[in-house]
């Protein structure tokens, strides 16, 4: 295993029960890993109290942290009581979402010295054997990230995790594309990965740096894989089975007299934001120098903006609050601002 030491990095925040799963998955791996990196966003559900329960934890961190806090165990190998692996587990101070947990993980992780590191979210659960399929390619040349297969709590493929990246798209500024006969390969070059199993080269990260912290969440994984492909290739292992147990979206469905129409309770619109502001900035980022592409996103925004005011003015509650919040998303984007607290302030003061 000598210079192809994994550092598994798992992001968590209030599901303290899929990250215990997700944590014994990772230790009962057929090929160990040799660390994992546990960054807890500011849980509230208990998690630092079920982590020492379970031995991932000596000791619990202090209330009102103003800082990250660490603790360091090592946690013994299942089959094999002389193996132990290192488990460092960050508190951080507050919610600094997921982009920012993975920016602090990965950082934290790379300067313990690993050689591969191993991303995914508290509801992903890998297959036993899913790091020792990869495992085989970490010597093959050219590669920034190698890519783990995504499949739903029942088995079935996720195709929308894996793809390919079109920056002239009018509508959409980037759009990912998904070819399901992917899977049906030994492996394949792909352009992007969600941050749900992916394992990046410890070379690609010297070159490019850390994923985009400012995001929150939503597109953070996109913006890192264009950057990841710039110095490398991404390859796609079909058999290397990771299990995304992701939650249904809140979405309410409101009858018409012009048909059904999907609302977002207002109570979880504050998420939305990042998706929007963060698309548009990506679009000024990577798209802008296909000038008939990026003017025609910008004519189908406007389009879409008054089709959404025109939905408020008719469903919702908050209506002035909600228009103010849609068009903050997008002026926020345009001018790459990136006040995350913003969004919840806008809305519920």
Known sequence: MAGNKVCAVVVTYNRK???????????????PVDGICLLDNASTDGTPELLNNMGYLTELPPQHIQEPWENTCCI??????NLKSPIYYIRMSENVGGAGGFYEGLKKAFEKGYDWFWLMDDDAEPDKDSLRVVEEY??????????NAKVDREGNRIYNHIGYLNFENPKNGITKT??????NQEMAEVAFSSFVGVLIKRDSIKKIGFPQK?????HDDVEYCIRLQQVGKLLFIPNSIIKHKAETRNIQAKKT???????????????????????VWLVNKYCSKNKL?????YLDLFLATMKKIFGIMLFDDHKLKRIHFLLSAYLDGMRGVFENNKPKNILYG
């Open 76 to 81: 013994s190998i299942p089959g094999n009581s």
């Open 214 to 218: 400012e995001f929150f969440i939503h």
């Open 138 to 147: 970490f010597g093959w040349k050219d590669i920034s990230a190698l890519v």
């Open 17 to 31: 029960g899929l990250l215990l799963e997700c944590l014994e998955a990772l230790r009962n791996q057929t090929r």
């Open 293 to 297: 592409p990026w003017l025609l996103f």
């Open 257 to 279: 007299i012009i048909g059904e129409t999907r609302r977002i309770p207002y109570e979880k619109l504050w998420i939305t934001y990042y998706r929007r502001r963060n698309l």
């Open 178 to 183: 998904y070819e399901p006969f992917l899977w």
